[in-house]
């Protein structure tokens, strides 16, 4: 055990001035994980934040912490290396939806597939910012950007389905303008034992601003967000409405009914609505939820809160697992045995004299 | 070179080609024979090919597969230049081979599968006589091996295919007979992989047997040969591969670093069995990750040293192309990392199964900025075990990425060898920094090698990344004044290794007419051709680099004790651009890009050309 000594946000602040745009959403993104880290009980040495390129990825040298700054779209390559070599490391990818689904969207696969025990922030502007302003994977279809002035071709991705598709033990979404709400999903993906995977709203100021507005606008945020709770149905716009699983067709649908005033938990069409159980081993559901509310599906409140948080053995404890396997069946292996092991044969002085 | 000794004759060298179907089991056999041969106390070397299609389609030409062995009463140090014995088991074979096979030389081809079936499919006419333009150069032995094999097995119960399988220990059997040797190592081999299944175990060993009676039987082979054990080295031997080589010296070099070893790796030919052979030490400590990609390979690699680990990365040239933008994080952050590209012919995919000495500027030169990366190659199989150490070694010491270079000959070709003496190996100094006090991320030593201090040690918390920065405190800086001194002090870095170099070894005078000066796997053939020249009374020496960047100081010293420089490469001539333009001494080359290891008798005569022209 290192110090007594108990940690504070300013522990956590790097000296240096922080240089990302005034106004932008990273700021606060920046102060509620310095809020919850000394909350943790992990000693400061070992958070080690790991990032790709772009402007959350600056986000490294603004804590004071371990932290590696490395290259566009690869940080989950060398978060898995530190994690994999240290496992008693609390390592923390930080990436954007340029970085992480773009040019790295195949390592964020494989960082999530495997379980890797790493908590992942993706902060999603829905624009590349550093490159002052061009569409992103997750910029609505249509959008005009000074490289697509007719508008962009390509159908954004939903970074929460993208992870809950592909395997996420731990899958929320929260909003950077929401620091309380943000701060309760820090602190339940640090409490994970696996990949947790973060996507929060963040607004550029710059290059997008006014992106996730209608999440924050007053007349408008009650009927936007649908907050998840564990054991609660699944409620929003002041509790006058939720959602109920129809099937159109062959095809499991989410829809939004009114509740009926008279029947609690049932909606006006005598519907049940759906309960959130994120421990549901099935990932059907959560995947289903995830997809409300996207730019794909503008009519439905987002999801806001933890979608899935499911246990299963990590990369590392499995490796780990088996390494001491090979101990117990091989015994220690020495490197003497190694290199003398395999069909020697002796030439002896006097043979040759 | 033959001297008669009643009906064996003694023979100091023979090289032996096994080739047929890539189904047909050849480098099995080929295996076998090096490993009886080994034992019986020749020297060997060995150089497999294979196609680059697992089962290309059955007889065809792409489906060929060979594997040679040289083995000799003498030391030797190439897999051999022309075939003594060529033993070809269908028409492809025989044709994609035949060549090779030296005046005088022995054809045994399995006569059962010349049919015109297979003709076709070789590319001949159905009913043409293919050994007839040979058979006056050449001896022709036709044996019905798939016949004599169904026959030797009539009374066993089993599949007729199954059966037909065992015709290459029939081969093998034969040719042991042809050159006496024992049947013991391959029947203990053959018992310990079959030992389970007891009917394809003596199936086996009766139809080893039944070849190798064959040629006691029938007279169609006048002579059989011996080839008496060589005079090597006293001390324990094993048969390694250059791949297998590099697994082990990583292993010794986490043991001399004291830090576990990690690898991150993708697959890619031919430099998969490293990852494969290091999968099987995790009872050392080894931690290996079959990563998504060659990128994920060495980022998590660098990861391993970013914590603390000995990384290294195993690829080829394809894969050195996808790693360069991870190469120079790891240049720009100062961290150990091991990037071990096992050369084969390019551009692009290539010729994945050939040699090729052609990823030189690549390692050196390929990735954008200012970017020095340490290079050392490994000079032949056995050699892999102290180059491995060595890019090990200077990665750690001086904190800096290192490509460590070997090829396809290197990798699959295998040679005794003498097994070190564990003791001897020194062990790593460097820097692995705890103390808060003292530390600066880019604090350097007097080898301008940086602190390495790693996540969890407290106090040392800092951040590193790919954006230039200030020596000493590591802080982003992207001023003019920042910049220029961090790229001298990047390139300053990786010069100072050549002061911790030993002399360069020269092989034969330190000056004369003819200096060889080559790297990697063609060691062998360049040095049987300086000892051959010598013997034959001409100036000439050989210099062999295990380091090409940095160049050893005293290298250019000994160049300039020659009248010519001649540097023989599997490339257009990548070591020579160097030469000439650091030196401006004007290095000729021998150049070859046919896919196969340098001949010795191309380089004498090449030598020997240019030496006239002095």
Redesign the interface.
């Known amino acids: 055990m290192?110090?007594a000594k108990e940690l504070t946000k300013a522990d956590f602040v790097?000296e240096?001035d922080v240089k990302w745009c005034p106004g932008c959403g990273d700021y606060a993104i920046l102060s509620s994980v310095q809020t919850v880290l000394p909350t943790l009980g992990i000693?400061?040495?070992?958070?080690?934040?790991?990032s790709g390129?772009g402007c959350s990825s600056r986000f490294?040298?603004y804590?004071?912490?371990?932290?590696?700054?490395?290259?566009h779209g690869?940080a989950?390559?060398?978060?898995?290396?530190?994690?994999?070599?240290?496992p008693?490391?609390s390592v923390w990818v930080v990436t954007g939806d340029g970085d992480g689904l773009s040019i790295g969207g195949?390592?964020t696969?494989?960082m999530i597939r495997r379980n890797m025990d790493l908590k992942v922030l993706l902060f999603n502007n829905r624009i590349y910012g550093l490159t002052k302003g061009q569409y992103s994977p997750t910029s609505e279809q249509g959008k005009v950007t000074k490289t697509s002035l007719y508008g962009s071709i390509d159908s954004p991705l939903n970074p929460l389905s993208f992870a809950i598709a592909s395997g996420a033990t731990f899958a929320a979404r929260t909003n950077a303008a929401n620091p309380k709400h943000m701060q309760e999903i820090l602190r339940a993906a640090a409490a994970h034992k696996g990949t947790a995977f973060i996507e929060i709203f963040q607004n550029c100021n710059i290059f997008n601003d006014g992106a996730f507005a209608k999440y924050l606008n007053k007349d408008t945020k009650a009927e936007e967000n649908l907050f998840l709770e564990e054991g609660k149905p699944l409620l929003f716009d002041g509790e006058t409405k939720g959602i109920v699983m129809n099937l159109d067709g062959n095809n499991p649908k989410l829809t939004v009914e009114e509740v009926d005033p008279d029947k609690a938990g049932v909606s006006k069409t005598g519907k049940k609505f759906l309960v959130h159980d994120p421990k549901n081993e099935d990932h059907t559901l959560a995947y289903l939820i995830s997809y409300l509310g996207s730019i794909s599906d503008p009519e439905n409140p987002a999801a806001m809160g933890v979608l899935r948080s499911v246990d299963k053995p990590t990369y590392g404890d499995v490796?780990n697992a088996?390494?001491e396997?090979?101990?117990s069946?091989?015994?220690?292996?020495s490197?003497?045995d190694?290199?003398?092991s395999?069909?020697?044969?002796?030439?002896?002085?006097t043979?040759?004299a | 070179m033959a001297t008669k000794d009643q009906d064996k004759e003694q023979l100091h060298s023979v090289t032996i080609r096994f080739c047929g179907d890539s189904g047909d089991g050849m480098q099995l056999t080929g295996t076998q024979f090096t490993n009886t041969s080994a034992l019986f106390g020749n020297d060997i070397s060995t150089y497999p090919n294979f196609p680059a299609e697992i089962r290309a389609p059955q007889g065809t030409l792409a489906g060929v597969s060979g594997f040679q062995i040289h083995f000799s009463s003498n030391n030797i140090h190439t897999a051999g230049d022309e075939l003594d014995v060529l033993v070809a088991m269908n028409p492809a074979a025989f044709k994609t081979n035949i060549e090779d096979l030296k005046q005088n030389g022995i054809l045994i081809v399995n006569e059962d599968a010349f049919t015109p079936n297979n003709l076709k499919k070789a590319g001949y006419i159905d009913d043409e006589d293919i050994f007839a333009p040979y058979e006056s150069r050449i001896r022709v032995y036709k044996v019905p091996i798939t016949k004599m094999t169904l026959t030797a097995l009539e009374d066993f119960d089993m599949m007729a295919k199954a059966k037909e399988r065992c015709k290459n220990m029939f081969a093998l059997g034969l040719t042991y007979w042809i050159y006496s040797r024992p049947l013991d190592s391959t029947e203990e081999w053959l018992a310990s992989k079959f030992g389970k299944k007891p009917e394809i175990l003596e199936a086996n060993i009766k139809a080893l047997k039944a070849g190798y009676h064959f040629g006691n039987t029938i007279e169609a082979f006048q002579n059989t040969y011996e080839v008496p054990e060589a005079k090597i080295q006293p001390g324990t031997y094993r048969n390694i591969t250059g791949n297998q080589a590099v697994a082990i010296g990583f292993v010794a070099a986490s043991e001399l670093a004291k830090r576990p070893l990690f690898i991150g790796s993708y697959p890619i030919t031919p430099a998969t069995d490293i990852l494969q052979e290091l999968s099987k030490y995790k009872n050392y400590g080894v931690k290996t990750f079959q990563a998504e990609d060659e990128i994920a390979g060495i980022g998590s690699a660098i990861g391993s040293a970013f914590s603390g680990h000995l990384a290294v990365t195993t690829t080829s040239g394809p894969g050195i192309a996808l790693k360069s933008e991870f190469m120079n994080l790891a240049v720009i952050t100062e961290l150990p990392v091991v990037i071990a590209d096992i050369q084969r012919g390019g551009p692009s995919t290539g010729l994945p199964t050939k040699t090729e000495q052609t990823d030189l500027l690549q390692v050196l030169y390929g990735r954008n900025g200012e970017s020095p990366i340490p290079v050392v190659a490994a000079k032949s199989p056995s050699d892999c075990f102290e180059a491995a150490i060595e890019a090990c070694r200077i990665a750690v010491e001086h904190m800096t990425p290192v490509v460590f270079l070997s090829d396809t000959q290197i990798a699959i070709g295998s040679e005794p060898w003498k097994l070190p003496d564990l003791s001897n190996l020194k062990e790593f100094e460097y820097d692995f920094h705890k103390d808060p006090e003292t530390f600066a991320p880019y604090k350097r030593n007097e080898l301008l090698a940086r602190q390495w201090a790693v996540p969890g040690t407290p106090g040392c918390e800092h951040t590193i990344g790919g954006l230039e920065k200030e020596d000493i405190t590591g802080k982003v800086n992207l001023s003019p004044e920042a910049h220029e001194h961090m790229t001298k002090v990047r390139a300053e870095k990786v010069q100072l290794i050549a002061s911790k170099l030993p002399a360069t070894e020269v092989l034969g005078e330190s000056k004369g007419d003819l200096l060889f000066l080559g790297w990697g796997s063609t060691y062998g053939a360049i040095r049987t051709a300086t000892e051959q020249l010598q013997a034959e009374g001409l100036k000439v020496s050989q210099v062999h680099l295990r380091h090409i960047n940095p160049l050893p100081n005293d290298l250019e010293e000994i160049m300039r004790g020659f009248k010519q420089v001649v540097i023989p490469e599997l490339n257009l001539g990548q070591l020579s651009m160097i030469i000439r333009s650091k030196f401006l001494i004007d290095a000729k080359g021998i150049n070859q890009m046919n896919t196969k290891p340098l001949s010795v008798s191309d380089l004498m005569a090449k030598a020997k050309e240019f030496l006239g022209e002095l």
């Not at chain 1, 989950?76 to 240290?86: E, M, Q, R, Y």
């Open positions: 290192t110090q790097s240096g000693p400061k040495e070992k958070f080690c934040f790991v390129i490294p040298y804590m004071d912490t371990y932290g590696f700054h490395t290259i690869r989950p390559t060398v978060a898995s290396g530190v994690k994999l070599a240290n008693d490391l195949n390592h696969v494989h490796l088996q390494e396997q090979a101990v069946e091989k015994g220690k292996g490197l003497k190694l290199v003398y395999k069909d020697t044969w002796t030439v002896k002085e043979a040759n």
